[in-house]
């Protein structure tokens, strides 16, 4: 961070405008309360996040947002910026989605005695929707329009299964691919943030053969001793301590009973790294000790048959050190005195980091725990220096991003604020 990305922030935290946003953030800390526990009570269990994405839509619109829609990946997307929209972008999100199922508990309750509230996804992620619509909201009462076209997106797939799909569609698909020049990702609370993308590769190996009576077909390949027998060869694989990379098998099934010869055996494996490389590399030994114990047996004569199929995707990155997101963010939390702490993590920010795009994941203030449990909560408490830090992050990143994407378009961007 040089003295000019300092001095670049306090003459951006001086303005009239900002004031005004602070402000509105100073005065709406009820409404944005009002806001969480009507996110909550909306149901977004993984693949299920169209009713609270409609909400989105809704809210955008009523704000004053421009093209507000719902994507094809089911993203709610809103744009604020320049009146010629055709440069660069800077990705604003929080995804929707939470780990419970269909019919998990969703009515929030209130502490009595302090201002927590507990209700599954409260923290994770509806304090990060909160703060997208918080930040929203006071821009467009403090009347600033951003050099550069802030894209809000309430996206869908981060957790689980749900495989970074709403970033992958934004990223790889969507209309706005090759205008994305960095991107926030709202995440939980707390100040911590994601600058190094952790990657992991998710597989699921299944075994097929044709089954029988344990006597009277004894000899007819097993899949459960099978997948074992490769199961034991990937336990033993050499994966580098450095940077560290792991393997789990997380789920095991198959068989009916203990006098059948099981027809299928199914293993889950996942694979961590914070290196694309290694992550890759473990996934071909991982392929390597399928070939060398299960191939061999899987001839026409055995009916033996083995699929590996890849059902998690999550790709590896970092956000460099010299980067300028990375110099602003560190200007601005000198500003506002706060220490900036930078995390390795899964997030909604791997996506952007593996096409090396500016990105990076962050909290959004207050307390939280529990996370991914039914006994989640969170607290709003100290919630507004952190999206003080957000706004003025967003607003000298969006004054940065046209020089970002410069070989992407030539727009010269009106004056910022
Ligand atoms: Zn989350």
Known sequence: MSASDHQRITSLASQTAVHRAFHWLHLHQPQL????????????PPFGEQPRALWFLERFRSLGLANVHL??????????????ASGPVLLLSAHLDTVFPPGSPSEPIEST??????????????????????????????????????LFAANVGEEGEGDLRGMRHLFERGPYR??????????????????QALGSLRFRITVTGPGGHSWSDAGVPNPILMLSRA?????????PPSPLTTLNAGHISGGTSVNSI???????IELRSSRPTSLHDAALQVRRALEDTITPFVTPASGLSLELETIGDR???????????????????????????LRLGSTDANLPLALDIPALAIGTG????????????????????ALRRLLLLLLASAQIAPQLAAEASSTNAPDPV
Not at 231 to 239: E, K, Q, V, W
Not at 262 to 268: D, K, N, R
């Open 33 to 44: 309360r009002r806001w969480l526990l009507e996110i909550v009570r909306i149901p977004a």
């Open 71 to 84: 994507d094809d990946a089911g993203n709610a997307l809103a744009e604020l910026g320049p009146e010629e």
């Open 113 to 150: 005695e302090s201002t927590r509230i507990y209700a599954p996804g409260v923290c994770d992620n509806a304090a990060g929707l909160t703060a997208l619509l918080g930040i929203a909201a006071a821009l467009l009462h403090a009347r600033i329009r951003p050099a550069a076209t802030i």
């Open 178 to 195: 090759d205008r994305i020049a960095s991107a926030i990702a709202l995440e939980g609370s707390g100040t911590a943030v994601v600058t």
């Open 231 to 239: 199961l034991t060869a990937i336990a033993d694989l050499p994966l």
């Open 262 to 268: 099981p027809s299928s055996a199914i293993a889950l």
């Open 315 to 341: 790709p590896a990155g970092a956000l460099p050190l010299d980067s300028a997101l990375l110099h602003t963010l560190r200007a601005v939390d000198r500003h506002l005195h706060l220490a900036t702490e």
């Open 366 to 385: 207050g307390l939280g725990g529990g996370i991914h449990t039914l006994d989640e909560w969170y607290d709003p408490i100290g919630r507004e220096t």
